[in-house]
């Protein structure tokens, strides 16, 4: 059984920074894209960054220069630094994974998804 599980959430004053992990079991994911989403009330999940398998890195406009995605294959985790954190970064973030291997860094098309992780961000 496939699962990604997050870790790393929590309250953060407005210019703080959180590391947040995603620890992927029960196969392999060093040949895959993987991502982080989040999502705030009301609001549809947005992407956020993803990594390929040999590491070529995408963000979106209003995290770029603040965050930074990173993997390490042996342990099978990925990882989002979150630096300079502002309120509108509140939300809860999704780690996923594509099934298929050896595909470019993609912005959709995650076929597994964790349960997610809260960030708060006050002002």
């Known amino acids: 059984q496939v699962q990604l599980v997050e870790s790393g959430g929590g309250l953060v004053q407005a210019g703080g920074s959180l590391r947040l992990s995603c620890a992927a079991s029960?196969?392999?994911?060093?040949?895959?894209?993987m991502a982080w989403f989040r999502q705030t009330p009301g609001k549809e999940r947005e992407f956020v960054a993803a990594?390929?398998?040999?590491?070529?890195?995408d963000y979106a406009d209003s995290v770029k220069g603040r965050y930074t995605i990173s993997r390490d294959n042996a342990k099978n985790t990925m990882y989002l630094q979150m630096n300079s954190l502002k309120p509108e970064d509140t939300g809860v973030y999704y780690c996923a994974a594509e099934s298929k291997a050896w595909t470019l860094v993609t912005r959709r098309d995650y076929d597994y998804w964790g349960q997610g992780t809260q960030v708060t961000v006050s002002s």
């Open positions: 990594i390929s398998w040999s590491a070529s890195t």
């Open positions: 029960g196969r392999t994911f060093s040949r895959n894209t």
